[in-house]
């Protein structure tokens, strides 16, 4: 008897995770899913006998929807310019933090996180007027040196750019935390021994620092890349999607049929279809890694 209830007690203790990860995230995947295959609009809230089932519809409607296809370029933009940025800032920030004095590192380390727990409608009121074509500070520092005025957020292209700049200043924070944790782990024998034997410091750096710290450099990416796949709240408060739709991203998207103009089943198809480049990226990071272990 003993023996059983020392068996079924690890189970009592994570059976409120599991409960409440099923029923706010397993059964909500569930229902989307159901709702992707029919036409369910905002009636089809009140009365479910308006609701049809349409099989595919809404996924083939979404390939010939050019909004869509544009919302999946930029994403791709995004990820693809976003994320090594991202990292890479995060990492060189960590690496001056941790070869600085303790007051400065710790000083620095809350300056840098801030703008992680700030609430973006401030930051977007902010960097709108950063971002302000006539007036803002960017293109005042611009003329004061004889070169023009920045469309910022005016032209499709330049608009992405800026978000991204956005987004990277804004998400910094955490990623530079794990790396600085990483690398504060990292045994001052080794570098103390490199240095014995005539390493300068990019030798530390390639063949110490990166190598050990693999795991955090990983983790930071695998994650780094799921939240640009899911790019949302800069477009969202900044641009609104536009100019000309050149900044709207999946995630965007989804919002925008699913809450705005409540086609509620077309949307649900648009989470699967973003469900499921999510999935395909994190399994192809993964077989990276493994590959790179092996």
Do not use: C
Not at 105 to 112: A, E, I, K, Q, W
Not at 140 to 167: E, G, M, Q, R
Not at 190 to 202: H, P, S
Request: net charge negative; charged share 10%.
């Amino acid at each position: 008897m003993n023996t059983h209830k020392s068996k079924l007690t690890p189970y009592l203790f994570i059976a409120p995770a599991i409960i409440l990860l099923a029923i706010f995230t397993f059964l909500p995947i569930i229902i989307a899913l159901g709702i992707s295959f029919t036409d369910m609009g905002l009636v089809g809230l009140a009365n479910w006998d308006s609701v049809n089932f349409i099989g595919l519809d809404n996924f083939v409607r979404l390939f010939q929807d050019d909004v869509f296809l544009k919302a999946m370029v930029n994403t791709l933009f995004y990820v693809v310019i976003g994320v090594p940025l991202a990292v890479l800032s995060s990492f060189v920030i960590a690496l001056a933090l941790s070869n600085v004095s303790n007051w400065m590192s710790n000083t620095f380390r809350v300056v840098y996180y801030m703008p992680s727990i700030t609430n973006i409608v401030a930051i977007a009121v902010v960097w709108g007027f950063l971002y302000n074509q006539e007036y803002g500070l960017f293109n005042y520092l611009l003329s004061t040196v004889d070169i023009d005025a920045v469309p910022w957020l005016n032209d499709p292209f330049i608009a992405k750019i800026s978000l991204i700049i956005l987004a990277v200043w804004k998400s910094n924070g955490v990623s530079m935390l794990i790396f600085l944790a990483a690398i504060q782990s990292i045994p001052k024998t080794y570098y103390e021994a490199a240095e014995i034997d005539g390493a300068n410091w990019w030798h530390k750096l390639t063949k110490i620092t990166l190598p050990s710290m693999r795991f955090a450099t990983f983790f930071v990416v695998v994650t780094t890349l799921i939240g640009w796949l899911q790019f949302f709240e800069e477009p969202f408060v900044m641009t609104n999607g536009g100019p000309l739709d050149g900044t709207v991203s999946i995630a965007l998207f989804i919002y925008q049929e699913g809450f705005q103009y409540s086609e509620f089943g077309y949307g649900a198809a648009a989470s699967f279809v973003l469900f499921i480049i999510v999935i395909l990226a994190t399994l192809l990071q993964f077989k990276l890694r493994k590959k790179e272990v092996m």
